[in-house]
């Protein structure tokens, strides 16, 4: 497994479902060396099973304080030079600002907003050393909203995009690659996890984990700063940005009713 050289090593966050598991494999479709990471050590040695190229299983909490560091430090120990880190493990909380947990929204920032920045902010010097790879964060088409119901979920992804897009802008110059995939309503578990199942915005348009994957690396390897997958969601964004911001409120407050 201490394969340094020119090998494309990826680091997956939140590799154990969903679009996590898609985006691995799509790299690992381009012979991509990769190390998964979640909380759920038996899936990501399953999916490890599945794949054609060396793999690195790192189980880690992202959310805990030392959840970040922990890992990369598990990567360097084995020798492994990263070129692209993915930054996907998250999740959301439906229902009001002052009922939701204030635990459990502490733990949603943590993973949200916490992990990718200082990962980033870890990865990134290496990656403008060399003057390759890059950085790919899921991110969400409820960055471009504010979000009634979803208050801090919806500011998490808004803060992931205005992030991605900044170091894009910084890291282009080096070489680097900085891309936010903006997906809206798909098919993983988030939805069960957020408890948005009945919620508008998840009765319809719903596209598929795998093709959210394939339309991020797409993009990530194109160069491209902001990937918004399906036609929908690309006629939602601009919606958003002509639309008033009282609005949008309004708007996003009824889709999370």
């Not at 598991?21 to 190390?35: D, M, N, S, Y």
């Not at 993973?111 to 060399?130: M, Q, W």
Request: proline share 6%.
């Amino acid at each position: 497994m201490d394969q340094e050289g020119d090998a494309r090593w990826t680091l997956v966050t939140g590799a154990s479902s969903g679009i996590g598991v898609e985006i691995a494999k799509e790299f690992a479709g381009r012979g991509c060396p990769l190390v998964l990471s979640a909380r759920r050590a038996d899936r990501l040695e399953a999916l490890a099973a599945e794949l054609p190229v060396p793999t690195l299983v790192v189980p880690a909490d992202l959310a805990a304080p030392d959840g970040p560091e922990g890992l990369l430090a598990a990567v360097a120990a084995r020798g492994i030079v990263l070129h692209t880190l993915v930054n996907n493990a998250g999740f959301g909380l439906r229902g009001r600002f002052a009922d939701l947990p204030a635990r459990d929204q502490a733990e949603m920032v943590a993973l949200n907003v916490a992990a990718p920045t200082i990962l980033s902010r870890r990865v990134l010097p290496g990656l403008i050393a060399r003057r390759s790879g890059g950085i790919l964060n899921v991110a969400s088409v409820v960055g471009y909203l504010p979000g009634p119901n979803m208050a801090a979920y919806y500011a998490s992804k808004a803060f992931l995009l205005s992030l991605s897009e900044a170091l894009y802008e910084e890291a282009r110059p080096h070489g680097v690659t900085v891309t936010a995939i903006c997906p809206g309503a798909t098919a993983t578990e988030f939805s069960a996890r957020a408890d948005v199942g009945g919620a508008k915005r998840f009765t319809g348009n719903v596209m598929s984990a795998e093709a959210v994957a394939t339309a991020a690396v797409a993009g990530y390897l194109a160069g491209r700063a902001v990937v918004i997958p399906g036609a929908a969601n690309r006629a939602a964004v601009i919606g958003a940005r002509l639309m008033p911001r009282w609005l949008s409120r309004k708007v996003a407050a009824r889709l999370q009713g």
